[in-house]
């Protein structure tokens, strides 16, 4: 469920008035229950690379370990790319189609994949994350170096 409240919407005044709606996210909810299952399965249709950078990330003796809304969001996006087609059926992140004019001078449509996080929860580290397993294949081990050390930041910074 998500909770949004207008922001022109006036403050309430008594305890059990409202001012906004509840929403079920359906899709999230979908994404969310076969992630789950998809991690207890061990991952399967990962990348060897991508595998090996997930048990990094979840590895014992870290000096300061991962944030669990950063695995899950790294976790979620991988999931959407990477997991083998029967743990995603059903669940379609839509394009973001793009105009005739764009179309025009060769550009495609492409999918966003986004996930809400809190202030101060760690974006930038699982931006790093995620870039470093969506990288092109042919940086390879220099990605995979980097994906090591951008989730290391807060140990090095000790």
Known sequence: MDFYRDPKAK????????V??????????????????WQSDGYPGVTRTTLELLHWWRRDGRAQRLFFAQLDAAE???F????????RQGIEVPQEALS????AQGFTDFRRYACKMATGSG???VMGMVA???????????????AKSVS???DLLR
């Open 20 to 37: 906004g709606a509840a929403i079920e996210l359906t899709l999230v909810n979908r994404i969310r229950e076969r992630v789950r299952r």
């Open 11 to 18: 403050p309430e005044t008594e305890a059990a008035q409202v």
């Open 80 to 87: 959407l790319t990477e997991a083998r087609a029967d743990y």
């Open 152 to 154: 290391d930041i807060p």
């Open 123 to 125: 974006k930038t580290t």
């Open 76 to 78: 979620t996006i991988i």
């Open 132 to 146: 470093a397993v969506n990288a092109d294949g042919t940086y390879g081990t220099w990605w995979y170096a980097v």
């Open 100 to 103: 005739e004019e764009k179309r």
